[in-house]
């Protein structure tokens, strides 16, 4: 699989004008995934290092095209009116589609590969037999990172509930999906954990 090298990768929060907020969120959960993969390739697990690198330095390189672009305290969101404009443009540009689905059209040429696993990884089924273990190792760091702070899956999960709580209940099964998939978030820590000589909350540690 061509992947960006690690310099590209960097380059594109300044190309695309990424806000710092989002930024320095990228940033703590590649660290969190980095020393999570690396623990695991010690005790024996085949894991791409590299992939790991890049799927979770960019997994939210195009998030602003699905959240607003003004300023909020709560998520130490402050853009500049450059940013706020190119991220309006990119809004109107890529209308109703998810952030994956935005990195896959713009990346697409490059790195085909690359740019159909960010879709597949945007896929909320952290179980199904489909996912990398690559996919797993980076959807669960940026599960344990709120903003720029590493905190509890649990507190994480809480957080996250809060926020979409009408959406969730919103559905007549939503409690019910949304409770597997608290489930199988739990189970994917447990199986990450399961062989190291760290537990989850020394993780907290690492920022």
């Not at 995934?33 to 890049?54: C, H, S």
């Not at 949304?178 to 993780?203: G, Q, T, Y």
Request: glycine share 2%.
């Amino acid at each position: 699989m061509k992947l960006p090298t690690r310099e590209q990768s960097e380059h594109y929060f300044v190309q695309y004008h990424v806000p710092d907020n989002f930024k320095t969120h990228c940033q703590v959960v590649n660290t969190v995934a980095l020393f999570i993969a690396r623990k695991l390739i010690r005790t024996g697990e085949n894991i791409n290092l590299e992939l790991v690198d890049r799927l979770s330095l960019l997994h939210d390189l195009f998030k602003p095209t699905v959240i607003p672009m003004e300023t909020d305290p709560a998520f130490k969101c402050y853009p500049t009116p450059e940013q706020i404009a190119f991220w309006k443009t990119m809004q109107k540009k890529y209308l109703h589609k998810h952030e994956t689905e935005v990195f896959y059209e713009e990346f697409k040429q490059p790195f085909p590969e690359f740019a159909a696993l960010m879709v597949h990884f945007g896929d909320h089924d952290i179980l199904t037999s489909e996912k990398s273990r690559e996919e797993q190792i980076v959807h669960y760091a940026d599960w344990r990172v709120h903003v720029d702070t590493i905190v509890s899956l649990k507190k994480r999960i809480d957080d996250l509930f809060q926020r979409y709580n009408k959406k969730i209940m919103s559905h007549p099964l939503g409690k019910l999906q949304w409770d597997k998939r608290v489930a199988n978030e739990f189970a994917v820590e447990k199986s990450l954990f399961k062989n190291l000589d760290i537990v989850p909350s020394d993780v907290e540690w690492l920022v």
